[in-house]
């Protein structure tokens, strides 16, 4: 073939032997023909340890899709004999190429998982031509060979202070337990679906050493979590996450609100309704960063609606106590119990005494001072990545992505 070590180059099939070139004007795609070098020997394809050849394997050839030369597909095609692995037994060879099992070379596949944390779903689907669900099983395959290199096992050296929370994903329907370290901002461990079996995943990948340097653990103030470490890492002070609790508070608030717009419905007020329906914002956000129109709306809130402004104060209060920290913060935590209890909200009533069980834990956190911007950017990402990863139909491809995004992996451009 003419230009061939060119070619070889471009395609980066260095270790190949190209054999023929063919353009297929109907589809636009330069197809080219190659094979192993069977002076290099055969490989398992699944481990890529050396393996003594079985057979030449399935008669048709296979085909994988390249990164277009210019804005012309690229397919490199190939015969791929088996070999016979002391591990996995009959397999498919490994080829230099591709990454065993995908339709897509390791530079196309490469170039799928860098914009995949970079750029919209839309964007990397038309740019790419491929579908979003080959996306996410090219960043599933990507991450797990990062992995087989050792890079999970890198993140949870030394670790000492977590986080452990659930995320939802399937609007609700499944969850995946994460591990953030407080640290460094890290996803360290991700796994599928919130029972101690997954997060003993995590223990036993820690090891018992790593167990015992842990001295702090946050999270949601789940049972199964608590009970786990206190039987993997029982040395761990246990904190509750700041998130969850004024998450929580957020929500009383909300049911409030909505049960006030409902009220004002009633006696015939729609403006008030509406007004109380869209005032959700204006009381969710920080007042030091509220806008004219959102400290209006909060002056209106106070001035009309009693209640509504009650149990914002509470909200703001709850928030206070995490800024204050220390035994500050535990004096007014003190004083929200109290306020909490005797408020005659309903929402906010069963919050408090609720919330009096974790008295110990949240204590914790004050003293610990955990600096939860951090973890809470973190898991505010992956939330977001539960949405991006929708269309996949399997957890693999959303944790690959999480690690991608938020887990400190290094992914380059193929060059
Ligand atoms: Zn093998």
Redo the contacts with the bound molecule.
């Keep these: 073939m003419r230009h061939a070590s060119l070619w070889k180059g471009l395609l980066r099939v260095e270790q190949g032997v190209l054999e023929r070139m063919e353009y297929d004007s109907e589809t636009d795609t330069l197809i080219f023909d190659v094979r192993l070098d069977r002076r290099a020997g055969v490989r ?1 394809g ?2 890529r ?1 050396p ?1 003594v050849g079985y057979d030449q394997g399935r008669a048709r050839p296979r085909c994988w899709r390249g990164l277009d030369v210019v804005s012309t597909r690229v397919l490199l095609r190939a015969r791929v004999p088996r070999v016979r ?4 037994g009959v ?1 498919a060879a490994a080829v230099p190429w591709a990454r065993h099992g995908s339709r897509f070379t390791r530079a196309f596949e490469d170039t799928l998982a860098w914009l995949a944390t970079r750029a919209a779903k839309t964007t990397i689907a038309a740019l790419m031509r491929t579908s979003w669900r080959s996306v996410g099983q090219a960043v599933t395959r990507v991450v797990a060979e990062l992995d087989a290199a050792g890079a999970e096992g890198d993140r949870l050296v030394g670790l000492s202070r977590i986080g452990i929370d659930e995320v939802s994903y399937r609007r609700g329907h499944k969850y995946l337990t994460v591990v953030v370290d407080h640290d460094t901002g890290r996803l360290v461990f991700a796994g599928d679906g919130r029972t101690k079996k997954t997060l003993g995943e995590f223990f036993n990948a820690l090891g018992e050493k790593g167990c015992a340097n842990l001295e702090l653990v946050s999270c949601d103030g789940a049972d199964w979590i608590a009970e786990l470490v206190g039987l993997r890492a029982p040395q761990a002070r246990l904190c509750l996450d700041p998130f969850h609790v004024i998450a929580t508070a957020q929500r009383a608030l909300d049911k409030i609100r909505t049960g006030a717009a409902r009220e004002a419905r009633r006696r015939g007020n729609q403006a008030a309704s509406r007004a109380l329906y869209r005032a959700r914002f204006a009381l969710w956000k920080n007042p030091d960063d509220h806008t004219d129109a959102q400290a209006a709306k909060l002056a209106w809130v106070a001035a009309e609606h009693d209640k509504v402004h009650k149990a914002w104060q509470l909200k703001e209060h709850l928030r206070a106590v995490f800024a204050a920290g220390g035994a500050e913060g535990l004096a007014l935590l003190d004083t929200w119990y109290r306020l909490a209890e005797t408020s005659g909200l309903p929402a906010f009533t069963d919050y408090a005494r609720r919330l009096r069980r974790f008295r110990n834990d949240i204590a914790n956190t004050l003293h610990a001072g955990l600096a939860n911007a951090r973890v809470e950017g973190t898991n505010t990402v992956i939330r977001l990545l539960t949405r991006v990863a929708f269309g996949f139909h399997s957890p693999e491809p959303l944790i690959a992505l999480a690690k991608l995004r938020v887990g400190g992996y290094h992914l380059a451009l193929p060059r």
């Design positions: 398992c699944r481990c340890s393996a692995c002391p591990e996995h397999t």
